[in-house]
């Protein structure tokens, strides 16, 4: 049997997914509530029990005797028993979030391709990290060193933490992670970290322009989107050298493919006339300027190298956008 849960302060109303918690079926209807460890020992996800009943599907530490009997209720473990109505508070903003520095275990590592790979973190299983689609984390190593790194994976997907590290020569996380890294090891990181993220109470069409390893915030914030079932128009723009730096290029494919509201276009500045590259050419921001006039109306996520999260700005804000709708988080290399 399923049941309503109705948020008091909006009155909007969600399912209870089949023996899912308050705090799942809230994520999965795109509502942003806090949460912590999501085991029932740290309180983050407490909220109140207005109406309805509940109960815990493991044994709950993280709320007193006191708060249970003023109608508090852990919602990581709280599984309804009725239509219920709750007061929560919604997270919307990084400043919601509480930055944390966490221990992680490496599960996997993919390589993507020559000079990219793909991470996979897990959490010790009583903490989950809480973050916005795009934000990045800050890896801590040895003496004090930190090199940040965005989070790949949405954050309704928060199992295990997806990063993409480029191969960068004398780099010296990616030196380590290409050669030395093991499956298994333990790291550090704090975050999450940056204001990169989806704004999810816009109407605006939405650009999306990465370059290199800028594509992986872009991926969180697009299967954040689709998630949520935002048919906003999302075009993605991927500049990269040559064809084998695009990644991921057929799960951006499949985006498009799968979804009318999502266009892609891949965009290579460097191609001789050996490549048998059909697709756009040159720099990646003059092929948006190429095909789309006015700008004006849209919203601009942009991240990847300095050079070219800056000629987005420039141009775009020429072309009559105002700079207050680029959101944009540049990968500068860090040198100490
Ligand atoms: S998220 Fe920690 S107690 Fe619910």
Redesign the pocket.
């Known amino acids: 049997m399923s049941y309503k849960i109705t948020i008091d302060s909006s009155k909007e109303s969600f399912p209870a997914g089949n023996n899912e918690t308050i ?1 799942e079926s809230a994520l999965k209807n795109g509502h942003s509530f806090p ?12 909220g109140k029990l207005i109406k309805g009943n509940i109960h815990y599907q493991n044994e ?1 530490t ?2 007193s005797e006191q708060e249970s009997e003023d109608g508090y209720a ?4 709280a599984i309804p028993e009725s239509d219920v109505i709750i007061e929560a508070k919604e997270i919307d903003r990084v400043g919601d979030i509480s930055i944390r520095k966490l221990p992680c275990r490496v599960t996997e590592i993919e390589k993507l391709n020559h000079d990219v790979i793909r991470l996979y973190l897990k959490l010790p299983s009583s903490e ?1 990290l809480q973050f916005l689609a795009g934000q990045y984390i800050d890896l801590l190593l040895r003496e004090g060193k930190k090199r940040s790194f965005s989070l790949a994976n949405a954050p309704h997907n928060d199992d295990t933490l997806e990063l993409h590290i480029r191969h960068y020569k004398g780099g010296l996380f990616s030196e380590y992670a290409f050669h030395e890294l093991k499956e298994s090891t333990l790291l550090r990181f704090e975050g999450p970290l940056g204001t990169f993220f989806l704004r999810e109470d816009s109407d605006r069409p939405i650009i999306m322009v990465a370059g290199g390893t800028g594509f992986a915030p872009i991926k969180g914030i697009i299967e954040h989107a689709l998630h949520l079932g935002d048919q906003r128009q999302i075009h993605f723009y991927w500049g990269a050298r040559k064809e084998e730096d695009l990644y991921l290029n057929q799960l951006a494919q499949t985006w498009a493919d799968e979804h009318d509201h999502i266009l892609y276009t891949p965009v290579l500045s460097e191609t001789d006339k050996a490549d048998e590259w059909q697709g756009r050419t040159g720099f990646v921001h003059n092929a948006i300027l190429e095909d789309i006039e006015d700008l004006s109306t849209y919203e601009v996520y942009t991240c990847g190298p300095p050079p070219m999260v800056h000629a987005v700005l420039d141009s775009f804000v020429e072309r009559g956008l105002s700079a207050e709708y680029i959101y944009s988080d540049s990968f500068e290399f860090a040198t100490s």
């Not at 460890?37 to 983050?44: E, L, Q």
């Not at 852990?74 to 473990?77: A, G, H």
């Open positions: 705090l949460y912590g460890c999501r085991n029932g020992a740290c309180g983050s996800c407490k709950v993280g709320i852990l919602f990581c473990q989950r």
